[in-house]
């Protein structure tokens, strides 16, 4: 049995990411040879159990994953998932008092420069949230990298309906794609091939010369 069939039979229960969009991630990292991932919210650490196996099955890789430090008193927890299925060695957790933003911050103030392969995210998130984090997670993507989304058609609405505190919002935010509006508010104007799939995924691919922090990009108004 694989380490990725072994998340299944084990955590095919719990709340998160499904069997059959782990293997369409899988697909996608395998194909592109991902090493070091980066993954932007993690909740009970069922996604980051099966992008650790995928690691494991191949022999290589880390994953380096953020969430709000409140998910720690969540059962199981991200540390008893992994340890149910013997992939602690590969996944790094890390727990930010308020959003993953700061923490992409001190990684990017490291001196370590590029670093990822791939970043995988929940896209459930607001554009100003998703937005900031797309530019941050450009920092620590290496060229030609890609930044993977679960979930582009996500609105606030939908999150509303779930009876989830959130600030107020008009209803036309409210109905926006804002995952989507941020890939190609931001991705394609700075270069990124994006694409946005019907089935629920959207991928952007960092430029292999350029990205949002090569500031030779950008000119004022006056100087083109």
């Not at 992939?87 to 911050?105: G, M, Y």
């Not at 989304?149 to 209803?171: E, M, Q, S, V």
């Not at 935010?173 to 700075?190: H, K, T, W, Y």
């Amino acid at each position: 049995m694989t380490k990725f069939d072994e998340v299944t039979a084990t955590l095919g229960s719990l709340p998160g990411m499904r069997e059959d969009r782990a293997r369409e991630l899988c697909s996608f990292v395998l194909e592109h040879g991902a090493v070091e991932l980066l993954e932007i919210g993690f909740l009970h650490g069922k996604s980051s159990a099966y992008i650790a196996a995928i690691l494991e099955d191949q022999g290589r890789g880390h994953l380096t994953t953020i969430d709000r430090v409140n998910v720690r008193t969540l059962e199981p927890s991200i540390s008893e998932t992994l340890a149910r299925v013997g992939l602690t060695h590969r996944v790094t957790p890390i727990f930010a008092p308020r959003s993953p933003t700061w923490e992409l911050c001190k990684m990017i103030q490291d001196g370590r420069g590029t670093r990822f392969d791939v970043c995988y995210f929940d896209g459930r998130y607001t554009r100003d949230v998703t937005g900031l984090d797309f530019v941050l997670v450009d920092a620590l993507l290496k060229p030609g990298g890609w930044i993977v989304c679960d979930g582009p058609d996500w609105t606030i609405a939908d999150a509303f309906d779930r009876k989830r505190t959130l600030p107020p919002y008009d209803a036309e935010e409210r109905q926006a794609n804002d995952v989507r509006l941020a890939f190609e508010i931001l991705g394609d104007r700075v270069g990124y091939r994006t694409r946005l799939e019907n089935n629920g995924w959207g991928f952007a691919q960092k430029p292999r010369k350029r990205g949002l922090f090569d500031v030779k990009r950008f000119a004022f108004p006056w100087e083109q």
